[in-house]
């Protein structure tokens, strides 16, 4: 299943880089597009309607199997020792955060105070830890895999979450585009673990979102910041009443 979903999001990707959409392949299959954005929900595919829209991108099923595998051969993470390179240099940590999100080399500059020579610099350095690929022209080619993450309580991680949790909760998150839903319950071992992998997979659609639009002019793209958190936790005030287990 886990394959399928890979398979079909790698068909996806391909779709965007081809300039084709929904409406195109329900064309070619002869279908309605609320058909086909169904069966792509649902990953509802038959061997023949992948293969009619492999032939829409002019290529074969193993070429989608090999474009998958190759996409499994970029970097997923990094080792502990090169995150902490990158937080210790906070312009280098700046700019590993916009390559990721799809900025161009004009863009680092015009948003930041960052000479040039300073951002090839950095850029070189993220080249040498083979995240990207600094391009003639100081063009970027990203060489981290869609599902590329930071450790685990790793140095990237524990940097953000000491300097800047503060900062991002300091909002009334009223203004467009934003938004903060607290929930509380009781949940059972199963139902903790139906609600994690759920959050994994809102985690993961946010990302296919963030790829899907990197493809759009850098204005019509907004910086977002989603904190997706579950623990067990009793709010301090009340320590002092719960009994010691």
């Known amino acids: ?19 084709l959409t929904y409406a195109d392949v329900a064309a070619h299959l002869g ?27 002019d290529m074969e099923i193993s070429d989608l199997v090999h474009r998958l595998e190759a996409e499994h051969e970029r970097l997923g993470s990094l080792t502990r ?24 080399f004009d ?11 300073r951002l090839i610099q950095r850029l070189a350095h993220l080249d040498r830890l083979r995240m990207i690929e600094l391009l003639p022209g100081n063009r970027v080619k990203l060489l981290v895999a869609p599902n590329f993450q930071w450790l685990d309580d790793g140095p990237i991680q524990r940097f953000f979450l000491a300097r800047l949790q503060a900062d991002f909760f300091a909002s009334r998150f009223a203004a467009d585009g934003e938004q903060l839903t607290v929930v509380n319950g009781m949940l059972s071992r199963d139902s903790i673990g139906v609600f994690q992998r759920k959050l994994k997979q809102l985690a993961r659609e946010f990302d296919n979102l ?25 709010f301090g005030l009340f320590q002092h009443l719960r009994k010691v287990d």
Do not use: Y
Request: hydrophobic share 45%; net charge neutral.
């Open 210 to 234: 963030s790829a899907n639009d990197a493809t759009l002019p850098f204005a019509e793209r907004h910086g977002m910041t989603v904190v997706l958190a579950m623990r067990r936790w009793h």
């Open 31 to 57: 279908m309605s597009e609320a058909n086909v954005k169904r069966m792509f929900s649902r990953r509802a595919f038959t061997l023949e309607r992948l293969d009619a829209v492999c032939q829409l991108l």
């Open 107 to 117: 863009e680092i500059l015009r948003s930041f105070h960052i000479d040039e020579h």
């Open 81 to 104: 020792a090169q995150e902490s390179e990158i937080v210790a240099d906070l312009e280098l940590l700046l700019v590993t955060v916009c390559v990721l999100n799809h900025w161009g």
């Open 1 to 19: 299943m886990a394959q399928t979903r890979q398979l079909i999001e790698t068909l996806k990707r391909a779709l965007k880089a081809g300039g």
